[in-house]
């Protein structure tokens, strides 16, 4: 199998490394050759978070560059245009149309551009908008919107159904997994057919 | 049956590898990107791991270990290794019994570090071997083959990652403990371990020898191996470049070091003369470059095509070597960044709220509170290293005249775990030699920008049991300081009276703030509202910088709103207000 180039951006906070981890993990019970890089340290102070999750026969390096992504999830708006360089020519963008206010936004230095959607639109690949809030919340909680995004781009790797609903069993904790498996299924509902 | 497999970061695989090779002690200061690993190891209970308040404590910790005949594990970031590098010198001359490591893990690219110094000059430096590994399950296999080694060569063992090793996560093929069947007793043998003129003058050979059978180990042991493509483009490659060139040049012949220092000499000419270009390809300093251009060998390409700052990529090696750029798509231009940002209910907000109004120099250290030089607070102005900030601004204070001039006033700002770390001293001889500056001891009860460590403060160890919790008031009266004032953070007048008081005063005051970290402690109190009404759209309490607030604009009108999901109810906002328009 070719090396599948997943990127994932979002904002500390929201879920970004556990749903890299059931990624991951999924891959690894496909016995596909895995390799997941982060750089955390300061994420949690509200920074830019991006992880990166590679897997296919045979992986070697753990970062994937730009223009070499599959799949670039964004789990909200800013971050998904911001990395939007790292998509590679015909690949897939999935994102959560949410807005989270960089400080630099809430202290009024910077402005929020209004035209996210629009310019992520003109990069011209196939490109599926989702509330990955409002579908978590309709699943019983918007922190669970990471897993909606994952369910999303389930949609598009042709791994099993059962192992992705395994897996979610598997890392998440037990009074939290039917809350995920239901935003898991309403994520890659949402995308198809369109 | 299989074995036992599992995806490992490389500092959770460094923390598998010394269990598996019967370590029987860690010790460590965290530091991005080593704090994991003994986050790790303290998971496995056959190992005795601590915290040690500095680098160099944790490295005489792991020596007195060693010497009793533990094998044993000490790990720092790059600029840690600088704090412990006066016994990692003298202990290069004593030598081990049980086998030691230092992780040494560095930070191409200063991810999360003030600096970018490459740590493999220390094993040439310190004269002791270096390894790197370059994925996870070498961050487990290498680590058994350097204990052996350092029994071996009776040597401490320096282990190098890089933040890509450290942090990217691969698949380990997992093993079991094997216990060390080496007698754990002290032993007195004052030739080999007090290093007097007398004892040093007989050790210093020994190392000179060392390195010499190094050499020769160098050339045979598989941690260094030859992978033999087409030899018209040969590379010499180590840790996670290693990766990049096999996945860029997967034609080219390799030479990956996993022993870095010393180098094989026989075994680098041998590869050179059979391939027909010989690159270097190191992140870093041209370590491998200078040494080899030394031995006479002809390199082809090395720090020309791949530069000593930064970091490398799959990418970036095809772009050097082959002059093929990939296509990309524009980046999207001039989006406001999303720096870090203290958390909502953080208590350096008001702190830094204040000194910025006083418009005094701010001599600061490292930890969350030195996020108090970003925008739009901006109110710190030096920073260097551990511990450094009240040594400073006593420095400054010395040479600047003292007016009523409010910018030529320091206050150096240090925090808990900092301040345990190497800011005692400073304060001491600030006391000592008369000082007249102003020193601010913030206190959150842990070790914030590394993720909420324990510390000598916090009450509790590394496995979480009890232990002491350091009167830091106390400390700084038995250094024979008067006046020692605690301010409420949360409480704006309190701040800045009190600071005012404080740098008028023509003696050495010192402030400590204690409030715990709202993050590691999880405290919120009910979030605050603004009444739209009152709100002026003045923007003052926007420059508190709380990630809780924004302006919402409608029409003509404009007004601050507060996210209730994000607000910690701390009340910083509300004091700035001037129309009365936040509240409860």
Redesign the interface.
Known sequence: METTNILLAG??GQGVLLASQIF??VA?EADL????????????????VTSHVRFGDK?????I????ADFLIGFER??T??N??C?K?GGTIIYNTMRI?????????????DDVAE?IAA?GEKTYAIDGLGLGQQAGNPRSANVVMVGAVSSFLSLPESLWEAKIRELLPPKLVDLNLKAFHLGREAVKGK | MSKKKAILSGNEAIARGVWEAGVRLASAYPGTPSTEILENVKNYKDIYSEWAPNEKVALEVGIGSSIAGARTLVTMKHVGVNVAADPLFTFSYTGVKGGLILVSADDPAMHSSQNEQDNRNYGRFAKIPVIEPSDSQECKDFVAVALDLSEEFDTPVMYRTTTRTSHSKSMVTLGERTEQSGKIELEKNMPKYTMLPVSAKKRHPLVEERIVKLKEYAETTPLNRVEYHDTKIGVITNGISYQYVREALPEASVLKLGLTYPLPENKIKEFAAKVDQLMIVEEGDPFFEDQIKAMGVAVDHGKDLFPLIGEFSVAFIKKQVRGIAVELKDAAADLPGRPPAFCPGCSHRGIFTILKKLKVFVSGDIGCYTLGALPPISAMHSCICMGASISMGHGMAKVVEQSDDMSQKVVSVIGDSTFFHSGMTSLLNCIYNKSNSVAMILDNRTTGMTGGQENPGSGRTLDGEEAISADIPALVKAFGIKNVVKIDPYNLVDIEEKMKAALASDEMVVVVVEAPCVLRYRISHPPLKVDPGKCTGCKQCLKVSCNALSLEEQGDDSFVVIDPNMCAGCGICAQVCKFDAIGK
């Open positions: 904002v500390g991951t993990s690894i050759d895995v390799k997941q890089s982060e750089v955390h340290g300061m994420s949690q102070r509200g920074g830019s992986v070697f390096s753990p970062t560059d730009p223009g070499e800013l971050e245009l911001r939007i360089h998509l020519p206010n960089p400080s630099s936004v809430a202290s009024g230095v910077a402005e929020y551009p310019q990069s």
